[in-house]
């Protein structure tokens, strides 16, 4: 009898990843800052990502908006 494995795992144990990481794809924010997978984002109405990071800068040039202590 054939032993089947699932493609999933035969994938994981010659790889060590489950499904292929497409290293070639990198996306920035509005100021042009690399946004990597652990990153804290917000999305704008017309779809920009903006860095939490950048958040107060994104207020401040684009809505005026300045903090205050």
Do not use: A, C, K
């Not at 493609?7 to 010659?14: C, E």
């Not at 920035?28 to 920009?48: A, C, K, P, R, S």
């Amino acid at each position: 009898m054939v032993m089947l494995e699932h493609p999933s795992i035969t994938r994981t144990l010659r790889t060590g990843y489950p499904y292929p990481v497409d290293e070639g794809y990198e996306e920035f924010d509005l100021f042009g800052d690399l946004v990597t997978i652990n990153d804290e984002v917000f999305e704008t109405e017309d779809g920009d990502i903006v860095l939490e990071v950048n958040m107060e800068r994104y207020l401040s040039e684009n809505l005026g908006i300045e903090r205050r202590q």
